[in-house]
């Protein structure tokens, strides 16, 4: 069942260029037809779900489904489905529900094995081509997943049943105790002050990523957490990390912010942005000013003929050059417009404002016809919609439906978020719900409502409480994290 005029469809679909394949695994784009063939002809289904602004995803491209032994093992085992990230987000967010239900990596790419009726029977994210460190490969994975169906059926479906169920009900939530934040930020602003390089340039031992979110949680806090975050910030817009078109690399491998990498993607701007915007109302400097306005308009190189914003330029090592990520992520155009409309409101620059007011616009359009941007219309994640929400807070425009739409990827009854819609039908049967403890997780339902602008204040109350919760159980909070609860 592979797409006629594409070979292979993977590479067509995550990739601008891609490598002499020996072999081609016969994918089928996500429908709901693959589950009445997987019943018919009594196979489990096998899902991929990639992304070619993943590292990872890429390399199972071009080390695993290009091997002939892989491809011959799926295509005979298996009705193979490959999802886009960026075109399904929706399945996306359902395959990173299962992986956090199932205590597996919430990253991309995922890989499901799942049973005729859409069950999960095992969840993996990346598996390389071959037994690496005591790791199993992927043939491992699929060869034990085949065989157990193959041998004991029965037991399989009652096992991915019992997995569905354990999700589906779960215990009463326990009430939030609010005394651990206090305490968990204050260990965490003390933990992350103790690593900071002599000459202040930043935080922690190479290589050094993007932290925005960690340096607005401590530009929060009075005395030497400010000044700490003042001085990495300042060093960083200084450093080799600053490209000569104004925008900023993803990491450095080396102290001082050198030996930069020659990824550049939107989601950092966006975030970065936030981080100077917050450093000039918190010191009414105006060098942090210059900074977030120079940073505002350099955003100007992502923008795409259509008029939304695409992801960056990603290389997948240090040899070789960048390559440019042509697709759109509605959630980092959304935040964009927020932050645009918020700095040209704040430091009075009218190009600024009206160039997040027009964003706002476009994205609202997105949910009300298929786009580049949603090929499927008005499908999108609960966080899509917190921050499509926010941006049209912003802009004055209604986010009712909007939020009407958010709120069919809530059960009320659970009180938990979704991975998909509850009354909207989906190609995937499945509704899986995302785990109490996954509120901690950088793309929560839940940061992104204490983050947005403009959320309603008993979706905010009811994020906050699902965060103190998680929190509990989180050994290391993220600087995202840390952010939301930080705030008022």
């Given amino acids: 069942m592979s797409v006629p005029g594409c070979r292979p469809l993977l590479a067509c679909i995550l990739a601008g260029s891609a490598p002499a394949f020996s072999a081609e695994v016969n994918w089928a784009p996500p429908a709901a037809s693959i589950w009445s063939k997987a019943a018919e002809t009594g196979r489990p289904v096998f899902l991929h779900v990639g992304s070619q602004s993943s590292a990872l995803a890429q390399a199972m491209q071009e080390q695993t489904f290009a091997r002939e032994e892989s491809a011959d093992f799926l295509n005979s085992r298996f009705l193979c489905v490959l999802v886009n990230a960026e075109t399904d987000p929706v399945a996306t967010e359902q395959a990173r529900a299962l992986a956090l239900q199932l205590s597996q990596p919430a990253v991309l790419p995922f890989n499901l094995w799942l049973t005729p009726d859409g069950r999960p029977i095992e969840v993996h994210g990346y598996l390389p081509p071959s037994s690496e460190w005591g790791r199993e490969s992927f043939l491992t994975v699929a060869q034990r997943v085949s065989d157990q169906w193959i041998r004991d059926r029965g037991s399989v479906l009652a096992a991915s049943a019992a997995a569905v169920e354990s999700f589906s009900t779960p215990g009463p939530a326990p009430a939030p105790d609010t005394t651990v934040v206090g305490n968990t930020l204050e260990e965490a602003a003390q933990a992350t002050l103790a690593t900071l390089a002599a000459d202040g340039t930043t935080f922690g031992e190479p290589p050094h990523p993007l932290e925005p979110e960690l340096w607005r949680f401590l530009l929060q806090r009075n005395g030497p957490a400010r000044e700490a975050a003042l001085s990495v910030l300042d060093h960083l817009s200084r450093s080799p990390m600053k490209d000569p078109q104004g925008t900023f690399r993803r990491r450095a491998a080396e102290p001082g912010w050198s030996s930069p990498s020659a990824d550049t993607l939107l989601s950092d701007q966006v975030r970065l942005a936030w981080a100077f915007l917050g450093a000039a109302s918190l010191t009414g400097d105006a060098r942090w000013r210059q900074e977030t306005v120079q940073l505002l308009k350099a955003l100007r190189h992502f923008a795409r003929d259509d008029g939304f914003l695409f992801q960056g330029w990603m290389a997948m090592d240090a040899s070789q050059p960048a390559r440019r990520i042509p697709s759109a992520r509605l959630v980092d155009n959304a935040m964009a417009a927020c932050v645009l409309i918020e700095a040209g409101k704040r430091f009075e620059e009218t190009d600024l404002l009206n160039e997040g007011r027009a964003l706002a616009r476009l994205l609202s359009q997105a949910l009300a016809e298929p786009t580049t941007l949603l090929p499927t219309g008005a499908p999108a994640t609960a966080r899509d919609l917190v921050w499509l929400a926010a941006a049209q807070h912003s802009a004055s425009l209604d986010p009712a439906p909007t939020l009407a739409s958010l709120a069919d990827r809530f059960d009320p009854a659970q009180a938990r978020w979704l991975a998909s ?68």
């Fill in 421 to 488: 819609s509850r009354t909207a039908a989906s190609w995937w049967p499945l509704v899986v719900p995302l785990p109490t403890s996954a509120a901690c997780d950088d793309s929560s339902t839940e940061l992104a409502l204490l983050l947005a602008p403009g959320t309603p204040p008993d979706l905010r109350s009811l994020a906050r409480n699902s965060l103190t919760r998680a929190l509990a159980d989180s050994a290391a909070p993220t600087g995202l994290a840390l952010l939301a609860l930080s705030l008022p």
